[in-house]
């Protein structure tokens, strides 16, 4: 995406993938070799956080950046994630306000997601993840629920509005095998199913199934990437260019 973004404004960049597990390292690579940008994924974004040396409110806010941006060697670290899940909820006609949002995970896009739902004017948040505790701590720091265990998935889904991905459930593998913390069945025309994996999911499929409104991850990954060109180059994204190429992509 960004390389076509690149191209179609005619600037003299180039982005590359670097697969590392030392995040420390990495971000002093980008003040030693003069690296403009960098985008962050697993596991680096909330370890980038507190090696940057400033945070944009979003970043302060969620704990985790997916964007570092090198200014004249001061380092900025920024979160477009919120942007994503936003422009992918306003394209998809889907209103936060006075809702219910379930988010299912309790990692960086979790994160984001919370914050985004909160600042949204969500009526109701409802976090639940694999390890109860972290569910526990992500709701506490922005002060909504964690799934209570007393709770069944049918009582709270009948209320949901807004159900969130936010976990890698479904991002490998055949959709048989993959364990949902509910039947999928349950799901009803009632919701908006927003699932920030970029594949075509059992989570998906279902929901299409059952005529929900359906948010797919490559619309979040579109959203936030325009907002990362942006703070890279100063330019607004091309979004033609970088539409085709995200759409090519995943074809593959
Ligand atoms: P992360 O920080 O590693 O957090 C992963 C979370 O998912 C943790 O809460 C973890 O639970 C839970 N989890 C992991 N494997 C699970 C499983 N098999 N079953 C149930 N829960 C599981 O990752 P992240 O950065 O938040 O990313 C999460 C997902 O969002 C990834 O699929 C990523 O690709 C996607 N994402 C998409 C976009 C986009 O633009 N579409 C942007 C950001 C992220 P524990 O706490 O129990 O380990």
């Known amino acids: 995406m960004h390389n076509a973004g690149f191209t179609a404004l005619g600037l ?15 971000i002093q690579a980008m003040r030693k070799l003069g690296i403009r940008g960098y985008s962050l994924t697993i596991p680096h974004k909330e370890r980038g956080s507190v090696l940057v040396d400033r945070l944009s409110v979003e970043g302060r806010r969620i704990g ?19 942007l994503g899940i936003d422009q992918a909820l306003l394209e998809a006609g889907v209103d936060q306000r006075g809702k219910r949002v379930l988010v299912l995970g309790a990692g960086g896009a979790a994160r984001a997601a919370v914050y985004c739902a909160v600042s949204g004017g969500a009526g109701e948040v409802i976090v ?12 506490r ?19 949901t509005d807004l159900l969130i991905n936010a976990a890698p459930i479904g991002m490998t593998g055949d959709n048989s095998s993959v364990e949902y913390p509910f039947p999928l069945e349950i799901l009803s025309s009632r919701y908006a199913v927003f699932d920030m994996v970029t594949r ?19 619309r979040m990954l579109l959203f936030q990437a325009l907002g990362q060109f942006q ?10 260019a970088m539409e085709s190429a995200l759409m090519s992509a995943l074809a593959e």
């Open 231 to 240: 703070l890279f180059t100063g330019e607004n994204a091309p979004l033609g």
């Open 64 to 82: 985790a950046i997916n964007t570092v941006v090198n200014d004249g060697n001061e380092l900025v670290g920024y979160n477009t994630d919120c």
């Open 200 to 218: 075509e999911t059992a989570l998906l499929a279902e929901a299409r199934k059952k005529r929900a409104t359906v948010i797919p991850g490559s």
């Open 128 to 139: 639940y993840n694999r390890t109860p505790t972290r569910a526990e701590s992500l709701a």
């Open 141 to 159: 720091d922005f002060n909504v629920k964690a799934w209570d265990y007393t709770w069944t998935w049918p009582s709270v889904l009948s209320e």
């Open 12 to 26: 003299p960049y180039t982005y590359v993938a670097f697969k590392t597990t030392d995040t420390d390292f990495a």
